[in-house]
């Protein structure tokens, strides 16, 4: 029996039980249990007024540090990119849809407008990344923070002074909610660069724990672990986490050849600099793009 570390919101939990179900089909039992975090507990700040890293994990780190669960099953992009000593990421999963959606009133829709959005429309989202790269390609919109799950954000969004919201393309199809009373525009994830392994389950161990970490192999999905390492390296190698409006989105083509777009700011409300770079191989290629980065924003 493998007990599983999990945050308690819906969404957490979706993600919780598809590893279950994955688990299951290797014949493993397995038990939850639910942890709140520091992200969980503070709801009135946005992201880049809560102090420190991982404020999504840690607490979840700490209950496998001390053996209180064999596993935890995180979004891969809520995680720091360093492992606390005596962690390690195991295993990931395949790669949902990684893209941003922009989810609006249907009343605020104006159509032939950029993004649908009205003249200095309100837009809720508390990541300092989809502040900058909406405020690159509208200037005029308005930005207000915007916290809780997904269904409170479009609960927020039905009910107060929001024009729009934008979300994770992944979470809003895993947990297949109704979306009928809005107007969905699905962001290209090339243009609108999503955040460093964006879509992605990251299941965690003790680095000690060789018996889970020999049957989570077996649920490891190598192509997409190749991509998201990429992309965590370019957020490493800024010493960046979610504070950071860094956008970071890295992919394999039929021919093998990996292609990265990346997208920076200084600080959220700074000019937006977009770097494309494509080669033969992933070795040294987050290298290159946070080189080609700093000198753009130099």
């Known amino acids: 029996m493998i007990k599983i570390g999990t945050r308690g919101s819906k969404l957490a939990l979706w993600q919780a039980h598809f590893t279950q179900s994955?688990?299951?089909?290797?014949?493993?039992?397995?038990?939850?249990?639910?942890?709140?975090?520091?992200?969980?507990?503070?709801?009135?700040?946005?992201?880049?007024?809560?102090?420190?890293?991982?404020?999504?994990?840690?607490?979840?780190?700490d209950a496998l540090l001390r053996g209180e669960v064999?596993?935890?099953v995180h979004s891969m992009k809520d995680l720091p990119t360093s492992s606390p000593e005596g962690l390690v990421?195991?295993?990931?999963?395949?790669?949902?849809?990684?893209?941003?959606?922009?989810?609006?009133?249907?009343?605020?829709?104006?159509e032939g407008a950029l993004l649908?959005?009205?003249?200095?429309?309100?837009?809720?989202?508390?990541?300092?990344?989809?502040?900058s790269q909406l405020k690159d390609i509208r200037p005029d919109v308005v930005l207000e923070d915007i916290r809780g799950n997904?269904?409170?954000?479009?609960?927020?969004?039905?009910?107060?002074?929001?024009?729009?919201?934008?979300?994770?393309?992944?979470?809003?199809?895993?947990?297949?909610?109704?979306?009928?009373?809005?107007?969905?525009i699905k962001l290209n994830p090339k243009e609108f660069v999503p955040a460093p392994a964006q879509g992605v389950l990251a299941f965690q161990t003790c680095t000690t724990d060789l018996a889970t970490r020999r049957i989570l192999?077996?649920?490891?999905?190598?192509?997409?672990?190749?991509?998201?390492?990429?992309?965590?390296?370019?957020?490493?190698?800024?010493?960046?986490?979610?504070?950071?409006?860094?956008?970071?989105?890295?992919?394999?083509d039929a021919t093998g050849n990996?292609?990265?777009?990346?997208?920076?700011?200084?600080?959220?409300?700074?000019?937006v600099q977009r770097v494309r770079i494509s080669s033969s191989t992933h070795f040294e290629l987050a290298e290159q793009v946070v080189a080609a980065l700093k000198a753009k924003l130099a």
């Open 150 to 184: 997904v269904p409170t954000r479009l609960k927020k969004l039905s009910e107060q002074n929001f024009d729009a919201i934008i979300l994770a393309a992944a979470g809003l199809s895993r947990l297949e909610l109704d979306l009928s009373e809005f107007t969905v």
């Open 116 to 131: 649908q959005l009205p003249p200095n429309a309100i837009v809720g989202t508390s990541s300092a990344r989809r502040k």
């Open 70 to 72: 064999q596993m935890a």
């Open 217 to 252: 192999k077996k649920l490891h999905q190598k192509e997409t672990a190749i991509c998201t390492n990429v992309e965590r390296k370019i957020l490493q190698l800024f010493d960046g986490g979610c504070h950071m409006p860094l956008g970071a989105y890295c992919e394999q």
């Open 89 to 110: 990421i195991t295993a990931v999963s395949h790669r949902a849809d990684p893209a941003d959606w922009l989810i609006l009133k249907k009343t605020a829709v104006t």
């Open 258 to 271: 990996f292609h990265v777009w990346a997208a920076m700011a200084e600080q959220w409300d700074a000019p």
């Open 22 to 61: 994955a688990l299951n089909d290797i014949g493993i039992a397995s038990a939850l249990d639910i942890i709140k975090t520091k992200g969980d507990k503070i709801q009135h700040l946005s992201f880049d007024k809560i102090e420190g890293k991982g404020f999504f994990t840690k607490e979840i780190e």
